[in-house]
């Protein structure tokens, strides 16, 4: 802004000297920069901040269409119900593969018959369980279509806390509101609540980024034990894709083109 | 306060700073990314649990178990059953595909009614009630004026629950015309009713056998069970047996075989008959087998001795003497040898005296019910039903002789011989066929010459079709009641023909019946049900499911389960209660003709002048040659562009015949035969006898999907059929031909 302003200033002055124009044209004009100074420096941070307005304040709320769950759960109140904890009912398969939210075949387990007076357990006997439909429920974590995660691999293996990636929903008394992205048809849980990707905790978002946040963490325990496994490979490579700067060690070839580098998540 | 053209910029200039400021275009971007990602025609995996369902593949008469992967409900991937006696794990490209015929969008989606002319495509959606009420009016209508007889249908297959349930409704109704589709089969079975005295199919030690001698054969090219035979021939890698096959062109068998002797085509009774001359001979045959077992052995020999000289045989098959003495040697010196025959993959019969010459090798070398030879396997009798209630009308209807002169005095032993159909139809002799039944086979397509056919079609008042697929016969129906298909439904499978082991498999619905069909044993037993009294008490059960249970009785759990049941393999025959002759021993003499074995050629149509070419058939895995379906997508894009470019198919011609005649590779020629001609582009192949030209087997089909449809031509409509006099099967192993330049 303040070049365009210094050059209208150049071209004035210069036309003052060459028609040697009298003091009180001068005089407007300058008036007339001065005003038109403060004007510009207005809009601009009009324009600035209804920008600003629209970007952190109406752009989140347009984004975000909100979405009710089709029945309450209340994990607070089954976690006391079962003995296994978030494995009761979020379990392993046989065959190793994570079963995620529970279909109806395990809550007719117990809700058969209507248990006690709970509205949204009628409303779930009523409408799912005794027309066998399974409940639409919407999933706070779900990752685009091919992501690929293994439970195992963290749960079983890395012995990780399911509340490390999912908060503290287990102890919830009631589901929140589903943010669901108007673009992309995924959840705001992804992203964040905080729209500027701020977080203070591990479970606060889902991308990529959060991923290779805890990998490069692991990396550097592993690489101060000096051991190196094909895994150890694989989260240097997803380090190195998310954020290349990190990693001390700088390898010969591209991660991009490094064998199945991507391919381990994305399927 | 005015608004100039200065405070608009800065205003703008401001708002796009803000905006830069905000989390607004790199949310933006991050999202139109990940929507990118997602649109709808993207295909997804299913997620879900994993879970698998075993049941067996009816795609072929191969019969290999399979384990279907399936997420929740979708079935994800075909894979070959392990520990299940046919293929222990193995599966082709065709039972791989399987899924797309499931998904795909070529199937019937419900009954229908022709409404145009027939072949025109014009078809009305109806209920299944209307449907079968439909058949049920009109074949009351025919057997309430005494003409049930004229009733045929057409079977892929006359084993199993299903194929029972169709033979015995034609006979509670009053028909003899039950049509099994043509194959070596017929020719194996015929060969060991004459020279066995037995009604038993053929089963092969393939485990045991070191020598292997096939006559055409094409043991990895999709002879007998397709898998199996792969296995086999991978097995004999390691154990050091010989195989030496013996045919026109360089098949995958020949190239992968010990020795390849390229014969003239339609010769190879000739050699076996010369390799025979060599044994006799040299007496290098079985002389325990030969003095206790055999029956007009001297007279055979006479014979033999007299006429098929290694000279006179190498001038009919284009082999020199010295190859026949010495494969006559090692054949016989072999401690478990073994002759085989059916042409390619076997789906088509060969001439009766070719097959028995080659039987009579098997004979000769003591192969017989023996170790590493041949066995005659009487079918699984597992199938007791209460006794069809006959009526006058079926009593009556049953006295007529059949339609394709099968049993009759000219052809007394064989069972089936649609292949005469046509004509009979035609001619309406000895009667004409008002009503035609067509369940999992595609005779338009795969019998020989297909126009006969199609007019024949035209005389028949009445087709109805079983088909799931809108195939070149289901086109030409009046009405078609589609089956679910084998990933659909139950049904018992009786173990493929050649092997040893007894075993029924059980087709299970991997999943629910995706479209609005029908299994065709539920539609038979409504029919019977329909049409009531007599017909009706002959089919007392009330579905198809209760039906099979019931047959299975004690087998039913353990098959479900494990997706088969099997016996023990009974191979230690005793050799002195094998033959049910009337001499009680192997006749080299066939009693009915009186004749010995001998070589008789199965001339060719067409004239040598006019079409100086000769055109064979070949078979290849990757076609599904004689097939109820055609290729689906995944199968037809592995064939070589040296097969099929674009919509042209090759033919297979030898550079020499390819230089006499100034044919270029590539070149796009009209292949012509007394029969038909189509356009195909030249291959130049040095694996093919010069003057031959082979065309694939599996292409050119109609009415199927974007990715085969009008590839090709089919090989099958330039070829006639030939008939065998002894037996009455087509014997036609190919056809005279010319190429000219278009």
């Known amino acids: ?267 | 306060m005015k608004i100039g053209r200065r405070g608009f910029l800065s205003f703008v200039i401001g708002g796009a700073a803000g905006t830069a400021l905000s989390p607004l275009p790199w949310k933006l971007m991050d999202d139109t990314s990940i929507w990118t990602q997602m649109w709808p025609w993207t295909p997804v995996p299913e997620d879900g649990e994993a879970s698998y369902v075993n049941s067996v593949c009816t795609l072929c008469p191969g019969r290999c178990g399979i384990t279907v992967r399936k997420i929740e409900d979708r079935a994800v991937k075909i894979e070959g059953m392990r520990g299940n006696p046919v293929n222990n794990g193995g599966i082709c490209l065709l039972g791989l595909s399987g899924l797309q015929l499931l998904y795909g969008p070529t199937r019937i989606k419900s009954p229908l009614k022709r409404t145009g002319k027939r072949g025109q495509g014009k078809w009305d959606r109806i209920s299944w009630k209307e449907a079968v009420s439909m058949v049920v009016e009109k074949l009351g209508d025919l057997r309430s004026k005494g003409r049930a007889h004229t009733v045929g249908m057409i079977s892929g297959s006359d084993r199993g629950t299903v194929p029972h349930l169709f033979e015995r409704f034609l006979t509670a109704y009053g028909s003899p015309n039950f049509f099994r589709m043509p194959s070596v089969r017929d020719s194996y079975e015929l060969t060991l009713h004459i020279m066995q005295g037995v009604q038993a199919l053929p089963g092969f030690d393939f485990k045991n056998a070191d020598f292997i001698l096939s006559f055409g054969s094409g043991i990895i090219d999709g002879w007998g069970s397709p898998v199996r035979m792969m296995r086999n021939f991978s097995a004999w890698r390691n154990t050091g047996a010989k195989v030496i096959q013996i045919e026109p062109r360089l098949s995958n068998t020949a190239a992968k075989s010990n020795k390849w002797i390229p014969i003239n085509p339609g010769t190879e009774g000739a050699l076996a008959m010369g390799l025979a001359h060599v044994i006799i001979k040299e007496s290098l045959y079985d002389n325990g087998f030969i003095a206790d077992y055999a029956n007009g052995f001297d007279e055979w020999k006479r014979l033999v001795i007299d006429k098929y000289d290694p000279d006179s045989v190498a001038a009919i098959t284009g082999i020199d003497a010295g190859t026949i003495v010495a494969l006559a040697r090692s054949f016989a010196n072999a401690s478990n040898p073994l002759a085989i025959c059916g042409r390619g993959d076997g789906t088509t019969p060969v001439g009766l005296s070719d097959c028995m010459a080659v039987h009579a090798l098997n004979a000769l070398a003591g192969s017989i019910n023996n170790k590493g030879g041949i066995f005659a396997v009487s079918d699984l009798d597992y199938i007791h039903w209460p006794e069809i209630e006959m009526d006058a009308k079926a009593a009556v209807g049953m006295q007529h002789e059949r339609l394709d002169g099968a049993g009759s005095r000219k052809y007394p032993n064989s069972r089936y011989l649609p292949n005469r159909l046509p004509e009979a139809i035609l001619s309406e002799t000895p009667y004409p066929l008002e009503s035609l039944f067509i369940a999992g086979v595609n005779p338009l397509y795969t019998l020989m010459d297909t126009r006969p056919i199609e007019k024949a079609f035209e005389k028949i008042p009445f087709v109805v079709s079983f088909s799931s697929y809108m195939d070149e016969t289901a086109q030409r129906a009046d009405l078609i009641l589609p089956n679910h298909i084998y990933l659909e439904r139950y049904e018992d499978v009786p173990r493929p023909i050649g092997m040893l082991q007894p075993l029924i498999s059980l087709a299970k619905p991997v999943v629910e019946p995706q479209l609005d069909t029908k299994h065709a044993g539920d539609v038979i037993i409504q029919m019977a049900k329909g049409l009531g009294g007599s017909l009706a008490n002959s089919f007392p059960w009330e579905s198809y499911y209760s039906c099979l249970k019931e047959t299975l009785g004690e087998k039913w759990e353990i098959m479900v389960e494990k997706g088969f049941w099997s016996g023990s393999e009974s191979m230690t025959k005793n050799l002195e209660t094998s033959f049910d002759t009337v001499s009680g021993k192997f006749e080299f003499i066939n009693p009915d003709s009186g004749s010995a074995v001998q070589y008789k050629p199965v001339a060719v149509e067409g004239d040598r002048k006019s079409y100086p070419l000769i055109l064979i058939p070949y078979d290849s895995i990757r076609l599904a040659p004689n097939s109820f379906v055609g290729d689906p997508p995944f199968a037809i894009k592995t064939v070589d562009d040296s097969v099929l470019k674009h919509n042209d198919v090759f033919v297979e011609i030898n550079p020499k015949t390819a230089r006499v005649a100034g044919l270029r590779e590539g070149e796009l020629v009209l292949l012509s035969t007394p029969i038909g001609a189509g356009k195909v582009r030249i291959h130049l192949f040095e694996g093919i006898i010069p003057g031959i030209v082979a065309l694939p087997r599996g292409l050119g089909h109609t009415g199927s999907d974007d990715y085969l449809d009008g590839k090709g031509i089919n090989v099958n409509a330039l070829i006639g059929p030939v008939q065998d006099p002894d037996s009455g099967m087509d014997a036609a192993w190919g056809i005279r031909a010319k190429i000219s330049k278009v």
């Not at chain 1, 248990?115 to 027309?131: A, L, R, T």
């Open chain 1, 1 to 267: 802004m303040s070049t365009l302003d210094d050059h209208a200033k150049e071209m004035i002055e210069g036309a003052a000297h060459e028609t040697a124009a009298s003091q009180s044209t001068e005089g407007t004009i300058q008036k007339q920069d001065k005003g038109a100074g403060g004007t510009i420096i207005l809009f601009f941070i009009l324009g600035m901040f209804a920008s600003l307005i629209i970007g952190w304040v109406i752009f989140p709320k347009l984004l975000y269409s909100k979405k009710k769950q089709p029945i309450d759960f209340n994990h607070a109140f089954h976690v006391t119900q079962v003995d296994n904890g978030c494995e009761s009912c979020h379990f392993f398969r046989a065959d190793g593969t994570f079963s995620g939210v529970p279909k109806l075949d395990q809550c007719i387990e117990c809700h058969e018959e209507i248990q006690g007076i709970d509205p949204n357990e009628i409303k779930f006997v009523e409408d799912y369980v005794s027309k066998g439909r399974e409940v639409p429920w919407l999933i706070y974590s779900k990752q685009p279509d091919c992501v690929f995660f293994s439970h195992a691999a963290h749960i079983k293996s890395a012995n990780m806390e399911c509340v490390t990636c999912h908060g503290h929903i287990g102890e919830s008394k009631s589901l929140k509101v589903y943010e669901q992205n108007r673009i992309t048809g995924y959840s705001r849980d992804i992203w964040g609540e905080s729209i500027a990707g701020f977080k203070k905790n591990t479970w606060d978002r889902m991308k990529m980024d959060d991923c290779a946040e805890c990998h490069q963490k692991e990396s550097a325990k592993i690489e101060k034990r000096g051991i190196k496994t094909p895994t150890n490979r694989l989260i240097d490579d997803i380090v190195h894709v998310v954020s290349p700067w990190a990693l001390s060690t700088v390898k010969g070839s591209s991660v991009q083109t490094e064998r199945d580098a991507c391919f381990v998540c994305h399927k």
